[in-house]
């Protein structure tokens, strides 16, 4: 690619303009200008990148660690941490990412610091001097139209990269003197806060592209301009010493929460990642999805789906997982018979679907922990099983798609065992990983009070006794290599060999899911002794493997090994350029959110463009999140959506009876967020797998899409029914959760893809969508039969009370003022206490309350108690109370779904008989 070729977002988009397909160099620098940047100058200056790459990662895991509360120095607040963090993205963004030279980049990269200064100068209230805010504006501009050549770093961008770090800094090293001063800034604040957001927003442009720039940059104007904006979004609008305490001075904005995430979990987790593909587990996924899956029907797609739900475990970018593994697995898939389009349209699918998947999930479970107020642990939970179910829904559409096409999988070494021998061996394996688990589990219960402060050394010791078995399983096999996927395949890699060649990777996610879920560890520190043992790993496998091989050359290993590791912690930081931007330019959107009130506005638009019909809320919801996800990287997606969208659902809901916990929204919201790097026209994983496979990239898009509507389905389902996240859900009753939908999922992949057992009709389509629809949501039929509330007159609330088992739940329908004095209704639930009467009962929930004959108007509600956890406050009004009654089990609804489904199946089959009979 040549230099004056568009970076970031863009480049993804240019490569896949070109079709044909890229060789493994043009995608490498596909990869690079999205994610890592693609300035890699040589000598003294690529050196200094590099060591600004190290430094970042030690510090991060330095700060990580519980050294320096250990040793006493090297202690640093949040606010110091993300100061640091974001100087370091910045100098590095500015040093990897060169400015974009087509007319359009250049156009924005000009118009957005001319559009800032006018607002910076129009905000300039209360004697604050305006003769230097065009100065900074001027000088960025005259660096981006002077160019940035792609093999060097010239002066002026050395400038902008350190300016932009000590803009960050200025946090760290004024932090005693600003902390005196909140609220109050001085022309000091002023022009490092102008300097620091112009700088954040060009260094966003380059590494981001264009999207998150102008959403960015419209919030600013909408902050400053407030008064000129339309009747139902217009505010009184915020001048420049607001804008600054709010946006830079404090940690409301820019340095507010989504940027401390990055700080503190994120990155680590982004290291471990890095780490742990350089040591090459990255191609271990893909050799292993192949050798187990390879040989099916349409084989190759199926281990695409596989290898990057794995990749995706731990990734933090669709199009960094789209290339990875689809520079291996979309030429196979089109060996087999898929098209350019359908290749393509696999991978994206997949790999989009890696961010939904726990335990990462594009950095957006840590940002949620944060947003949602719940234990790491309780996100993980909810988001398990609609990313599985995801996953096997979408083998299931590439096993389809082989089927309609006749497809044969690649042909295996050997012949596969005969079945009996195959379930044997199976159930042997499975039976040995659970003894295993059960004995490692048990065994750590053991040692924490037998060996007190030791028991963390002792229980390294155990691990690595148990790295250095399995690298000594690994050593009897041969190395795995990436093959060439343009070359003839004769055979398929055995399962065995292929499993048993790196079965050492999986010991570090191990150690990280046994410290966020059974320790119960914080995520960053989980990540970094996580990371930790994967440094261990990568320094060591080299030598201890030529050792246990016999080759000798173990200095040589020794050496190679700890150029792994700096690779690896290289590539972490660089990784880590775009996510560390993202997070702060997403805070600039969250604090004008939050300063401008503009949340409720857009309730307001939503509730009158539904109507208060709670699906229409739902779909508007969906649209606008996919509309502000377009071209935006995973995290930064989260926050804008989280920011803007969920506490519309919340708010709305409650106003029109539909009450889920806060975790499903915001799941909901993430969900069509992520589903924005599929859709055309902006879908950027789509380009990207364009660019790989020779395609079309909006003919790619609009396939994955139709792929991904099981991912879009799975948001409206579990919003109506919270048990598909797991919920107040026990064991037993999660693990029927988990088959039922997985079997509903796979009927609704049938009916969206027109192929069940054999083609279907029209009418067996919609008889599949009514099936999976009945087995996802029971209790919609059951509701109907037997409605599970029973309508009561506010003034019966006592009876009610009395009625119900203490802990059971009334609903009231309430209605008064909001903070603002405006008129609201909306729903509560209100959870019954203890006590002999139905009056004592809602006493004991903190209800106090005055009927005046009909009507029922609470007179107090105690603090802190149940009935304010609901909402509820003095002088509203309940209108109606809901009393639950007991109903018939909505699992009966199964009955008529799985006689209707047996019916088709008949169809079907019957149909398929008559062909085979006919071409005999």
């Known amino acids: 690619m040549s230099d004056d070729k568009q970076f970031g977002a863009a480049a993804v988009e240019n ?104 607002l910076f100068i129009y905000g300039s209230k209360e004697g604050v001097p305006i003769w230097w805010i065009p100065i900074p504006a001027v000088a960025l501009i005259g660096a981006i139209l002077l160019g940035s050549p792609k093999n060097r770093i010239p002066l002026w961008e050395w400038g902008l990269a350190v300016f932009g770090a000590l803009s960050a800094l200025y946090l760290y090293f004024f932090y005693d003197a600003i902390a005196g001063r909140v609220g109050a ?6 022009v490092v806060a102008v300097i620091g957001i112009l700088l954040l927003l060009e260094a966003t442009r380059r590494a981001l592209g264009p999207a998150l720039m102008i959403v960015a940059t419209v919030f600013l104007v909408y902050t400053f301009l407030g008064t000129m904006m339309p009747g139902i979004i ?37 290291l471990f990642g890095s780490l742990l593909d350089k040591a090459g587990a990255g191609n ?34 669709s199009i960094a997982n789209v ?66 179910i995801s996953y096997i829904a979408l083998v299931y559409i590439v096993h389809l798609e082989a089927m309609k096409a006749g497809m044969e999988g690649l042909p295996r070494a050997v012949e596969p065992k005969p079945l009996v021998a195959w379930l ?66 004769t055979s398929l890699p055995l399962p065995g060999p292929t499993v048993r060649s790196g079965l050492h990777y999986i010991l570090p996610v191990v150690v990280l899911i046994w410290a966020l879920m059974i320790d119960r560890l914080s995520p960053g520190l989980s990540a970094f002794w996580a990371a930790s043992f994967m440094i261990f790993i990568l320094v060591t496998q080299r ?152 395609g079309d990239p909006i003919r790619t898009g609009v396939v994955a899409f139709f792929y991904s509507l099981r991912t879009a389905a799975l948001p409206f389902l579990f919003i109506f029914n919270t048990d598909l996240l797991l919920i107040n859900v026990g064991w037993g009753q999660g693990i029927l959760v988990f088959i039922v939908a997985t079997i509903a999922m796979l009927l609704f992949a049938a009916a969206t893809q027109g192929w069940f057992l054999v083609r279907s009709r029209f009418y067996e389509t919609i008889a599949l969508l009514l099936i999976a629809f009945t087995l996802f949501r029971p209790g919609f039929w059951m509701d109907r039969i037997a409605p599970p509330f029973e309508d009561l007159p506010p003034a019966q609330i006592e009876q009610a009370a009395m009625d119900i088992e203490v802990g059971e739940t ?76 007991s109903q018939p089990s909505r699992y009966f609804m199964f009955i008529p779904a799985l006689i209707l489904l047996a019916l088709v199946v008949m169809l079907q089959r019957g149909r398929a008989e008559r062909r085979q009979t006919a071409a005999a």
């Open 543 to 694: 030598p201890l493997m030529a050792l246990l091989r016999g080759e000798g050359k173990v200095a040589a290993a020794v050496s190679a090994g700890f150029a792994d590791l700096m690779e690896g912690l290289v590539a972490g930081a660089r990784n880590m350029i775009g996510i560390g931007i993202a997070t702060a330019t997403a805070g600039i959107i969250v604090g004008a959110v939050s300063q401008t009130g503009v949340g409720s506005a857009l309730a307001d638009v939503v509730e009158v463009l539904s109507g208060g019909n709670i699906m229409a809320i739902l779909l508007l919801t969906a649209v606008l999140s996919l509309i502000l996800g377009m071209g935006l990287p995973t995290t930064a997606n989260y926050i804008v959506v989280s920011a803007l969208l969920a506490p519309v659902i919340v708010t709305l809901g409650q106003q029109n009876g539909l009450i889920v916990p806060l975790i499903a929204v915001h799941l909901f919201v993430f969900y069509f967020g992520i589903m924005a790097d599929v859709t055309p026209p902006v879908g950027l994983a789509s380009f990207a797998a364009a660019a790989v496979s020779g």
């Open 810 to 885: 009334l609903r009231l329908r309430v209605s008064g003022l909001n903070a603002v004095g405006d008129p609201v209704t909306f729903s509560a639930l209100l959870p019954v206490g203890e006590g002999e009467t139905g009056a004592d009962r809602l006493i004991a929930s903190g209800l106090e309350y005055v009927v005046n004959g009909d009507e029922v108007i609470i007179d107090n509600v105690t603090f802190g108690s149940a009935a304010a956890e609901a909402g509820l406050d003095w002088d509203q009004e309940i209108d109606l109370v809901r009393k639950p009654v």
């Open 185 to 190: 800034p001085i022309l000091q604040d002023y």
């Open 424 to 489: 044997i061996s199976t159930s042997f394996m499975i039976a040995a990983i659970c003894a295993l688990s059960f004995a490692v589990y048990f065994l750590m219960g053991w040692m924490r009070p037998a060996f007190g402060d030791a028991a963390s050394y002792v229980v390294f010791a155990c691990l690595v006794a148990v790295y250095i078995g399995l690298l000594w399983v690994a050593s009897r096999e041969e190395p795995l290599k990436m093959e060439d996927p343009n070359a003839p395949v």
């Open 234 to 270: 217009a505010h009184k609008g915020n001048n420049l010493s607001e804008v600054v305490n709010h946006q830079w001075i404090t940690t409301e904005g820019v340095f507010g929460i989504a940027l401390g995430v990055s700080t503190s979990f994120v990155f680590l987790f982004v």
């Open 323 to 388: 290339v990875t593994t689809g520079t291996f697995t979309i030429p196979l898939m089109k060996r087999v018979g898929f098209s350019s389009e359908k290749a393509g349209a696999v991978e994206v699918a997949s790999s989009v679907n890696g961010q939904i998947m726990p335990p990462v999930m594009g950095a957006a479970a840590f940002l949620m922990v944060e947003y949602v107020g719940i234990p790491y642990f309780e996100v993980v939970k909810a988001a398990f099983v609609p990313a599985v």
């Open 15 to 118: 490569a896949a303009a070109g079709k044909g397909g890229l060789n493994q160099e043009e995608l490498d620098e596909l990869v690079a200008s999205s994610d890592t940047g693609g300035r890699s100058p040589s000598g003294g200056v690529g050196k200094f990148m590099v060591a600004v790459a190290l430094i970042w990662s030690l510090f991060q895991l330095w700060i990580a660690s519980p050294f320096p509360f250990m040793f006493g120095f090297g202690v640093f607040n949040d606010t110091e941490a993300r100061s640091f963090h974001l100087a370091f993205a910045l100098l590095l963004a500015f040093t990897a990412y060169p400015a974009a030279r087509t007319p359009a980049q250049l156009g924005l990269g000009v118009g957005v610091p001319i559009v800032l200064t006018f």
């Open 284 to 317: 271990y996924f893909i050799q292993v999805a192949f050798s187990l899956m390879g040989h099916m029907r349409g084989g190759p797609a199926k281990a695409a789906v596989v290898s990057s739900a794995m990749t995706g475990l731990i990734s933090g970018s």
